[in-house]
């Protein structure tokens, strides 16, 4: 059964920092993977889909990178901004199965 | 164009009641999901569909969860006999098919008292 672990649970930088959020897998068979965002009583905001055979996704300020052998993906933002402030969740999703969602990192950028 | 939408985006209810979370996904999306999430966790998968069938319904809880999607398109999720643990955030989900990249609505707080 595939299991997901986001770390840090919490984190809190000021603003203008680069940080890295980190999505551990124990299931190496996946299909993909994908980031998202979600705001504080909101729904979840799509930010990057990894497919399997992919090392790294960009997006702006987002860069998403894949190790399916050991099981890690890490989401890399250049430069946060107090808008980046949110719950940051990784889903992976194996083949033929569905997303397993990680409990997410709750990010604060401070002015 | 239009994101996936849910209703209500609030629902109160007394244990032991009826209730249905109603999902409108993306036109021309395939596959539906839906999942419940609980304050500080992240969604826990509940059912997919593919067009109109159910191709997975392994992470509904019980028996009192049921979800249907008639016509391929607009899915409602059932749930008979509320409990207190069933208050959750139920969110939906759309994709063009398994796999895809999912686009998510704003979801259903529902509350049992």
């Known amino acids: 059964k595939q299991e997901v672990t986001q770390i840090p649970a919490a984190l809190s930088v000021p603003e203008g920092e680069n940080l890295v959020l980190n999505c551990s897998f124990t299931?190496?068979?996946?299909?993909?993977l994908q980031w998202f965002r979600q705001d504080p009583g909101k729904g979840l905001t799509s930010l990057l889909l990894?497919?399997?055979?992919?090392r790294e996704q960009t997006s702006g300020r987002l860069n998403a990178s894949l190790d399916k052998s050991s099981g890690r993906s890490t989401l890399y933002i250049a430069a946060s901004q107090p808008g980046d402030s949110a719950t940051y969740l990784c889903?992976?999703?194996?083949?033929?199965?569905?997303?397993?969602f990680g409990p997410g990192t709750r990010l604060s950028v401070l002015p | 164009g239009a994101g996936v939408s849910q209703t209500p985006s609030n629902k109160v209810t007394e244990k032991g009641k009826y209730v249905e979370l109603r999902c409108d996904p993306i036109?021309?999306?395939?596959?539906l999901y839906w999942y419940r999430q609980s304050l500080g966790q992240g969604p826990e998968f509940l059912i997919y569909?593919?067009?109109?069938?159910?191709?997975?319904d392994s992470g509904l809880p019980n028996d009192r969860f049921f979800a249907v999607r008639p016509e391929g398109s607009v899915s409602t999720l059932k749930i008979q006999r509320t409990e207190r643990g069933d208050s959750a955030v139920y969110l939906c989900?759309?994709?063009?098919?398994?796999?895809?990249?999912?686009?998510f609505g704003p979801g259903t707080r529902l509350l049992v008292l």
């Open positions: 989900a759309s994709s063009q098919g398994l796999g895809a990249s999912q686009y």
């Open positions: 299931d190496s068979a996946i299909y993909n």
């Open positions: 990894i497919q399997s055979s992919q």
């Open positions: 889903a992976v999703n194996n083949y033929g199965q569905n997303f397993v």
């Open positions: 036109s021309g999306h395939t596959a």
């Open positions: 569909f593919q067009g109109t069938g159910a191709a997975d």
